[in-house]
């Protein structure tokens, strides 16, 4: 499987990596204590062998790594810098400080090891969307496998009530498939021999046979694992501008350190030892450790934070950029509203309405239709203590239900299919157009060929709505609904909602219109969807975010996968964004900060080489750990 071979794979060679690191720390840490208590005892031989095996285990992945950078990439990196200042150290006599130096500086590392390691586990743990197996048919038997063995052309068979494992062509059977995570509609689609059905949908009618036509790294759980690898490599735009100046900056720590040794010398008239041993400090101080460690950390630990929560992201630039942006455009069904249907008005005339709502729960609790349940839900206190018996009962595929019991005939499902001619009810009419004009869904009742009530049904908006468009509004985000409701529906929801603006009866190409013309404007925009028909606006915004199971589609066009259907992640994610960023600038402005006094103590000879170790590498560790806060719910 793809995350078994994939992704166990790179958690196990980070730990193994992760705990290599620690060790290396701690043993030498171990040998420095051991150099100091000879030392103490007056054993300097054996000191100095305890500084250098202290050289040798803390800095020689340092040291390795550094000089590979240099010659393979053609780029200077910080390791470099610390290794020549251990080395330049040794060569004065100053061998503890030497061996502390590599030492907090292993300590820095192993703690950007710990929170690479951290993001990983907590991204790799939610990769959990698809079912793991599927039946296969083949020369007439049925067998067991991993979805990720099927091949195009399998022939698989799919239970009443099991997820569709993979993209496939309906070839034998007819059914309903809730695809309520693919295009965000609480109806479930009739499927017919020939049609097309999505990996992620459910069965909810009847047993049938597809034959895949689509590869399983195009499975969403494929798309998702490359999320996760893409959200590793990815860099802010941050962070790359750091790490690109790295290289320059070494270039001139390297040339200008010999210049002010020769200062030191020639011009303050400092002896040779004085000058070297202040060019190392020199050398120490001025290496842009923390500099380049005030973006990573952070971006790694607000990854692994926003995974923890069930937010999956490209890379850190998705993060960096949610927090700038200035409009956000929101699909109503299935991201602003529910996508689970409840009965909001129910109408019953010329009979008894304890014994209709009584009978249409003994007919929907035998159905498997979304809109049953929520009758059901809506009937439930009515039913009789003891089941009706039905001499005959019927699920007519996309229409509704029909049943005979105690000598009467009771249909229950579409309009058009309960009574074509509806709108010449006196009685009736008036209240199901108002309710179909609000964009409620109706389903008619029929006793004995008589139209005697209706359901008005509708998908409520998520308590989360609300409290989430208030606070953009309150951070003069301009909030803006697209849907392909009518235009009444639209503007009855944005009221509600106190959006901004809507835009009703869009289609997908209006939708990706609406965002490319926003961005055009030079408008940062975000836009929210949960389906194939966003997927061409995920694309075109600043930051595309697919809320819920999404489609493949939507889920590659995006920036950010909310794994959770849930919309107050985006608020959420908001808010870590703009907590990142703040740290990312603390951080850039304390390591500066911290360089420049550290330079300016030791021209004025306040500082000596432990010191400025100490300075400079306790600010990097500082960097880290302020960074590694964003790893805290908050």
Known sequence: MIYSTNNLRGEKIMNILEQKQIRYTITCGTLIILGLAASFHGYNVVSVLCYLTAFLVGGFHSAIEGIQETFQEQHLNVDLLMVLAAIGASIIGYWLEGALLIFIFSLSGALEEYAMAKSEKSMTELLNLQPKTATRIRDGHYETVDVEDLAINDVIFIKKGESVPMDAILTEGESLFDESMINGEPLPANKKVGEEIFAGSINLHQSCTATVHKNADETVMASIIRLVEEAQEQETKTSSFLNKIEDQYVKFVLVFVPLAIALFYFGFQWTWQESFYRGMILLT????????????????????????QGILLKGGEALEQLSSIESIVLDKTGTLTKGKPTVQHAVIINENEKEVHAMMYEMEIRSTHPLGKSITAYTQAYKNSDSISFDSFEEVIGNGLVATAQGSTWKIGKLAWIDAEWKQH?????????????????????????????????????????????????????????????????EAVAKHLEISDYQANCLPEDKAAYVKNLAEKGVSVAMVGDGINDAPALANATVGIAIGEGTALAIEASDIVLLKNNLSLIKYGHELSKKMKGIILQNIVFSLSVITILILANVFQFINLPLGVIGHEGSTILVILNGLRLLKKL
């Open 285 to 308: 101080v001025m290496s842009p450790c923390a500099l380049v460690a005030s973006a990573s950390p952070a971006i790694l630990a607000s990854l692994s934070n926003a995974a923890k």
């Open 426 to 490: 006196t009685a009736l009419a008036s209240d199901i157009e108002k309710y179909l004009e609000q964009g409620e869904i109706v389903l008619a009742i029929e006793k004995n060929g008589q139209l005697i009530g209706f359901y008005a049904i509708t998908d409520e908006i998520k308590e989360s709505s609300q409290s989430v468009l208030h606070y953009f509004n309150k951070e003069n985000i301009q909030t803006i609904m697209m849907t392909g409701d009518a235009e009444s529906t639209a």
